[in-house]
């Protein structure tokens, strides 16, 4: 137990040296790197400091050279003056200012040649007797201009005079140093001069040494900003320059220090290159010390890899089993040599039965075998492919195989099932194919199929012909019975016109209520015909939906290829002008294209931008046709009709552009220009008198009805009460609750409601009912045939009494007769409009009528 514990781990002691190992080289590199590094800087700052030393040294000896040679200067040139005959015979005892001062030959020529301030001639008496200050004369003494006795330096001259030397000294003036030269005045060797006993005449010439001059002074020597000390920075250059009576100037310059800016420069790169190796031997040290580890791991790993073969085994099962996919292994023969799980619980059969067996009863492929698939495809990675099997239902299921050859011992692969997938997709082809509420080919299908049939040229030549089929009065339907219905309708219309298709025709539902059947081969005139009379007879059968009984039409147009067209696009255009015709004509009936119908097409696009630019540039204009009660023959309003004076065609009628108005959504524009100009008019009439204006139903589709009808009352000024709105069924019948609601809002604002051309619709009482009209105005229709049939007479006396159930006033529209107004009174009809009371009038004609029915 203890010789164990001492003994065994041997080899997790390994790690632990090399790690060791490791610090230790990395402490003793570091440590002597430290001592290097030191040693350098050390050495750096010992040079450097020595170089500004020397600097500084070579510096002060500089100091004392340019002061020194400052002051030689002064004295050569100053002995030069005053041992001089000349000097002495205009200076000594009188000076002549002549000679001195305005032939410059002592003073000014000191100041502006040298920058000498000051010169001064002092007497045998001692007295100053000529001054020169900054190049101009002045009467000062040198003892004031200095402000200090003078005499020492000037006894100090004279007793060198004999030796032909001057005196110099450098002294203090106020702070600031300057070399003074004094000299005696002699005749020297020349022997025209006569000479007296009175001690010598002195030249005083001060240089003194300001800011600047010493600057200059210094720079001469290479001294930059030589200055007299001002402050106790001992870190700054200076050098003591000795000055008279053993006082002394502290003089201080910008010392250049090249030791410093070496060490500026060689520092920083010391530094860097001693990071570098340290860096370099870190990642060194690192490689090492995994590479130790690795190497004292390797053995773990060892073992580690059998837990991870475990593992993936595990793992293995684990995929195979949860993964929708079921995998098979075949031997070189196609047996198969396993199968995994999974196999039984997607194909619900066993796995033992399968094994030994050969995979191709197994699987099917659409083309050949999996093992001729297989076998052709040799040593291609990964190939996939679709095949179907029998499940345990003997249902046809779809599996979508992957495989690869093992060696040459077989193959392995996995299957997935895609049968779900696979119906869905053609599930998906079928509807982006199909009309999902009839099961016909939708208008996608149609394309393909017109474009196989006109744009391959063999087939092309086979004739086709296109039948477009729109049912009338569907809408209806729809908007009355609920979209539920509506959609049983039309499924119902699809299965019958399904029965009239052959198998090389097709039948697509391309619109709401708009079909498409393409009929192939040569099909006379006459079978078209009777087709389309079998289809229309067909689609007018009623339908039963729910206990209702349901009637719908079909108006057909028709349009043969290579005949009319020979592009599918032109050809479902003309079959649709054909189907406008026929739609046009009444309904319920068929129409063959013909080129007019293209004429009248485009004429008619022509009238609508024609249209369009009438109602901006005031093409249009009204007549107003009297309204008249029959009891006493008193009018009572009238009714505004629009009519629009074409540049081209003339005066034209309500019908001939009203339709195209509507169909193209000016009747907005339209509406509201009639609205405003007969409020306009209105306006001027009696008070008593009413304008009726005509609302197409289209203008209870595109809102803002109520709103319009306010605007124009308001820019009238004409009273609510006084315009009344003629609708037709039709609104009624086209969106029952939306009309209601807007009907309701009119009679908010005050306006009378009036149902037009009663008679000629569905004429329900419900409607009449339910809606908020005022009047009725029965259908010119009906008054027409009066006095030929009693009949009529009656219908309109079950009006006019409806009416006076439902508090309206009845109107007969029409009126062309005397007879007939006798009738209409007969049977108490409330009021009467038409041609034999009074033609429609254009403004100025109803006004005239106005102003001769007031006169009387
Ligand atoms: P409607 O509302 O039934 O207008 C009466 C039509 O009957 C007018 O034709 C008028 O001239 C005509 N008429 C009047 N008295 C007699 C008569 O004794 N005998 C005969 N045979 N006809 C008579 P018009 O002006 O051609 O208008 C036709 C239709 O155009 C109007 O029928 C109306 O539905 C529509 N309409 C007219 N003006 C407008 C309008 O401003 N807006 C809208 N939306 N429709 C209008
Ligand atoms: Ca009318
Ligand atoms: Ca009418």
Redesign the pocket.
């Known amino acids: 137990m203890l010789k164990s514990s001492f003994t065994s781990p041997a080899s997790p002691a390994r790690p632990a040296s090399s790690t060791a190992l490791a610090q230790t080289s990395l402490v003793t590199f570091c440590a002597s790197l430290a001592v290097v590094f030191a040693l350098a800087v050390a050495l750096s700052l010992y040079f450097a400091h020595g170089l500004d030393r020397t600097e500084r040294v070579q510096g002060q000896s500089m100091v004392q050279k340019s002061i020194e040679s400052e002051r030689r200067l002064l004295q050569l040139t100053i002995k030069d003056y005053s041992f001089w005959g000349e000097a002495y015979r205009h200076l000594h005892l009188k000076v002549d200012m002549e000679w001195a001062y305005v032939r410059e030959n002592f003073g000014p020529a000191l100041y502006d040649d040298f920058g000498y301030q000051a010169a001064f001639v002092i007497g045998p008496g001692n007295r100053s007797v000529y001054a020169v200050i900054d190049g101009k004369y002045e009467t000062i003494a040198a003892a004031d201009w200095l402000g200090r006795p003078v005499d020492e330096w000037v006894a100090a001259a004279r007793a060198l005079a004999d030796d032909e030397k001057v005196f110099t000294a450098l002294t203090s003036l106020a702070g600031t140093p300057a070399l003074v030269v004094a000299a005696a005045i002699t005749p020297s060797t020349d022997p025209t001069v006569q000479t007296d006993d009175r001690p010598p005449s002195v030249m005083l010439v001060v240089n003194r040494l300001d800011p600047q001059r010493l600057q200059a002074l210094g720079e001469s020597m290479g001294l930059r900003g030589l200055r007299v000390a001002r402050t106790d920075d001992t870190t700054v250059a200076h050098a003591l320059v000795a000055a008279e009576h053993g006082t002394t100037f502290d003089m201080q310059w910008d010392a250049a220090r090249p030791g410093r800016q070496m060490i500026i420069v060689v520092l920083p790169m010391i530094i860097l290159a001693t990071l570098i190796i340290l860096g370099m031997t870190w990642v060194m040290l690192r490689r090492n010390t995994r590479a130790a580890r690795a190497l004292d791991g390797s053995h773990e790993l060892l073992r580690d890899s059998q837990v991870a073969l475990a593992l993936s085994e595990s793992r293995f099962r684990d995929v195979a089993e949860a993964s929708s996919d079921w995998i098979w292994e075949t031997d070189g023969d196609g047996h198969v040599t396993y199968l995994s799980d999974r196999f039984e619980t997607v194909t619900g059969v066993g796995k033992a039965q399968w094994l030994g067996i050969s995979i191709d009863d197994l699987v099917e492929l659409p083309q050949g075998t999996l093992l001729a698939w297989l076998r052709g495809n040799p040593g291609q990675g990964n190939l996939t492919t679709e095949c179907s099997y029998m499940d345990v239902h003997r249902q046809r299921r779809t599996a979508r195989i992957a495989a690869r050859t093992i060696g040459d011992q077989g193959f392995r692969g996995t299957a997935t099932d895609v049968t779900e997938e696979i119906d869905a997709r053609r599930r998906v082809e079928y509807l982006s194919r199909h009309d999902v509420l009839t099961g016909l080919p939708n208008r996608s299908q149609l394309r393909d199929y017109l474009e196989s049939r006109l744009e391959n040229a063999l087939a092309a030549r086979q004739p086709l012909v296109m039948l477009t089929i729109d049912l009338d009065r569907f809408k209806p339907v729809n908007d009355l019975l609920g979209h539920a219905t509506g959609d049983r309708v039309l499924y119902q219309i699809g299965e019958r016109i399904r029965q009239c298709v052959r198998s090389q025709d097709i039948v697509a539902r391309v619109g709401g209520d708009e079909f498409v059947m393409v009929v192939a081969g040569a099909v006379g005139h006459a079978e078209i015909e009777a087709l389309c009379r079998r289809l229309i007879e067909l689609i007018e059968q009623v339908i039963e939906v729910d206990d209702q009984d349901i009637h719908v039409s079909a108006s057909i147009g028709i349009a043969v290829s290579p005949g009319d067209a020979a592009h599918a696009p032109e050809l479902l255009r003309y079959s649709d002008i054909a189907l406008y015709e026929a739609k046009a004509s009444g309904r319920g009936t068929w129409r063959f294209y013909d080129g007019d119908m293209n004429e009248r097409i485009i004429e008619r696009r022509r009238l609508e931008s024609d249209l369009r630019y009438a109602i901006k540039h005031g093409e249009l204009c009204l007549?107003y046709?009297p309204r008249f009660r029959i009891a006493d023959g008193q009018m009572v309003g009238a009714?505004?009709?629009?009519r629009w004076q074409h540049p081209q065609r003339g005066l034209l009628?309500?019908?001939a552009f009203?339709p195209i108005a509507e169909d193209t959504g000016l009747?907005t524009a339209?509406?509201d220009w009639?609205m405003n100009a007969a409020c306009r008019q209105a306006s001027q009439w009696p008070e008593e008198l009413f304008v009726s204006?005509?609302?197409?139903s289209k203008e209870f589709q595109g809102g803002q009805l109520v709103e319009r009808v306010r605007a124009a009352l308001l820019r009238s000024g004409l009273t609510a009460a006084r315009l009344e709105l003629?609708v037709?069924e039709s609104v009624m019948l086209e969106d029952a609750d939306n009309a209601l609601t807007l009907m309701r809002a009119l009679k908010g604002l005050g306006v009378r409601l009036a149902m037009?051309?009663f008679g000629t619709g569905y004429s329900s009482l419900s409607y009449l009912r339910t809606f908020p009209f005022d009047g009725l105005k029965i259908d010119?229709s009906f008054v027409?045939r009066l006095g030929d049939s009693q009949p009529d007479l009656a219908i309109i006396e079950a009006v006019i009494g409806l009416g006076r159930a439902l508090s309206l006033t009845v109107t007969a529209?029409?009126?062309?007769t005397l007879e007939q107004l006798q009738l209409l009174d007969s049977v108490a009809c409330d009021e009467g409009?038409?041609?034999?009371l009074s033609r429609?009038l254009d403004g100025a004609r109803f006004e005239e009528l106005l102003l001769a029915s007031c006169a009387r």
């Open positions: 007549q046709q009714e505004a009709l629009v009628a309500p019908d009203i009747i339209l509406g009639v204006v005509n609302v197409s003629e037709t037009d051309d010119r027409g529209e029409g009126v062309e409009q038409g041609y034999y429609p």
